[in-house]
């Protein structure tokens, strides 16, 4: 259907044909990054927040951290919820189910800060007892206590290149790469070691 309108588009975080060009961030490396912090650090059992996982990028995100994860032989917990608006009793409920978990991964900073809420109500010390990373860095991961520990995601960088490519496509041209994969790094903050 894309096609058929024959106007210049571009996808943003989603690769939905190799005749469409793409910009997204490096999803995969963002969630072995997150599993290398908990390995790091000693984790023995984490719990994986993801969700949902229909979605390419929350399934890149999860192919980093679980192979990861796994590899280094760490127990493996995982639950898939919805993205923006997830059920905090299930979060809650599930996160008392391995309460002797030591770290926690969320896919999204919202799953994040649900998860902390829940961490709190249950009496957990973060990062003493256990550890939290999210995935966006969005403005809300510094105005929490603790301060959320997150991969950024480079919105700024995914805006340029989508435009330079959205130009290159106005102009006629054939985009120099037609799917650019921009990289994520972890801020680390109050909610890991």
């Keep these: 259907d894309y096609h058929d309108l024959e106007i210049p588009i571009i996808t943003i975080d989603h690769k939905v044909h190799e005749d469409t060009p793409s910009i997204t961030c490096d999803n995969e490396l963002g969630g072995k990054l997150a599993a290398q912090k908990f390995i790091q650090t000693g984790c023995k059992k984490v719990?994986?927040?993801?969700?949902?996982?229909?979605?390419l990028?929350?399934?890149?995100?999860?192919?980093?951290?679980?192979?990861?994860?796994?590899?280094?032989g760490i127990e493996l917990h995982t639950i898939d919820l919805a993205f923006v608006k997830p059920e905090f009793s299930t979060i809650e409920r599930f996160i008392k189910?391995?309460?002797?978990?030591?770290?926690?991964?969320?896919?999204?900073d919202v799953l994040a800060l649900h998860a902390l809420r829940a961490l709190h109500k249950l009496g957990k010390r973060i990062p003493e007892d256990i550890q939290v990373i999210g995935f966006d860095n969005i403005e809300l991961c510094e105005l929490v206590s603790p301060n959320l520990s997150?991969?950024?995601?480079?919105?700024?960088?995914?805006?340029?290149e989508?435009?330079?490519?959205?130009?290159e496509l106005i102009d006629k041209k054939t985009?120099?790469?037609m799917h650019k994969?921009?990289?994520?790094?972890?801020?680390?903050?109050?909610?890991?070691?």
């Design 162 to 167: 989508a435009t330079q490519t959205l130009f």
């Design 181 to 193: 994969v921009v990289p994520v790094k972890l801020i680390e903050r109050e909610s890991t070691k």
């Design 150 to 160: 997150t991969i950024d995601q480079p919105i700024d960088a995914l805006a340029y």
């Design 47 to 55: 719990i994986h927040i993801q969700g949902p996982s229909f979605l």
């Design 97 to 108: 189910h391995y309460h002797n978990a030591d770290g926690i991964f969320c896919s999204s």
């Design 57 to 72: 990028t929350v399934q890149n995100r999860n192919k980093g951290f679980n192979e990861t994860i796994k590899a280094a």
């Design 175 to 177: 985009p120099q790469k």
